[in-house]
């Protein structure tokens, strides 16, 4: 079976959830087929989500607004329509506009 996904209209979705959340996020996991993972995180305007390890290798893409990436190498500010490969090492993640991402993940 094959399933697919409306990105613009998920992340329409998970921004809403976030604007009505106390903490200003919502997620959602689309794609769990090991070691694969898929989720849309929908942050707020000022929200984030704190510092974390890396998985073995991934990627962020932005949907919906402005985010930063934060990292020890150096922050990365990434707008609608970026790609950004996530670094291996601890980092974190603060939307400077309300923004949706799609977050994918191979992890061991």
Do not use: C, F, W
């Not at 996020?25 to 510092?51: D, K, M």
């Not at 990436?69 to 506009?97: C, N, Q, Y």
């Amino acid at each position: 079976m094959t399933v697919t996904y409306d990105l613009k209209t998920l992340a329409d979705k998970h921004l809403a959830a976030a604007r009505n959340a106390a903490h200003g996020r919502s997620a959602h996991l689309l794609l769990r087929e090991q070691p694969l993972r898929q989720s849309v995180i929908a942050l707020t305007a000022g929200s984030s989500l704190e510092e974390h390890n890396a998985p073995p290798a991934a990627t962020l893409q932005v949907l919906r607004g402005e985010v930063v990436l934060t990292a020890v190498s150096g922050d990365v500010t990434l707008k609608e329509g970026r790609l950004h490969a996530i670094p291996h090492e601890r980092h974190g993640l603060r939307a400077v506009t309300d923004a949706a991402v799609l977050l994918t993940a191979v992890n061991d």
